[in-house]
């Protein structure tokens, strides 16, 4: 007898167990879930800094990317040069301006070319890297936004007739085949 009733402490864990399992097929395991949902900024924090990380370069690399660096702040630290240089020694000035009043026209052209163009690159290039991220943006928010309607479940047992078991009818058309 005493065997009997410490035996049944085993059926009971492996029925519970067994009914443990089913409704983690419905539900889903909550400590799963919650390490899934604890990755995902983890990966998001991770691709946002490997984003903005530095390539280590050479000492060449470094210079070279100095020199891109350099044109706009001399452009426009050079312009408010001249409304200093205007104010503090305005004769020497005048005299510089009348020098580039003598500049033929068509080198006028070709400076304003050849900066429209060194400026105009650098903004395209840029430009064409925003548009694609935004097009691939546009696509993902598009998928996101989509209407999608969850299939109703179908229940095992209909509710009008208690008798009737989807589950096994299914099956008898699958053998009837």
Do not use: C
Request: glycine fraction near 10%; charged fraction near 20%.
């Amino acid at each position: 007898m005493m065997a009997a009733v410490l035996g049944a402490g085993s059926t009971a864990r492996q029925i519970g167990d067994v009914v443990g399992g089913v409704a983690e097929i419905f539900v889903g395991n909550r400590a799963e879930r919650e390490a899934a949902e604890s990755r995902e900024p983890a990966a998001a924090l991770t691709e946002f800094g490997a984003e903005f990380a530095r390539t280590p370069a050479g000492r060449f690399d470094g210079f070279v990317d100095g020199l891109n660096r350099l044109p706009r702040p001399l452009l426009t630290l050079g312009t408010l040069g001249l409304f200093v240089y205007a104010m503090a020694a305005p004769s020497g000035f005048t005299v510089r301006m009348h020098g580039l009043d003598t500049v033929p026209e068509p080198l006028w052209w070709l400076l304003g070319a050849i900066v429209s163009f060194y400026f105009g690159a650098r903004e395209l290039h840029h430009q064409r890297s925003r548009v694609a991220g935004i097009g691939q943006a546009v696509a993902e928010a598009k998928a996101v936004a989509a209407p999608r309607v969850a299939p109703q479940p179908l229940a095992a047992v209909a509710a009008v007739d208690p008798d009737r078991n989807r589950a096994v009818e299914d099956w008898r058309r699958t053998q009837r085949r």
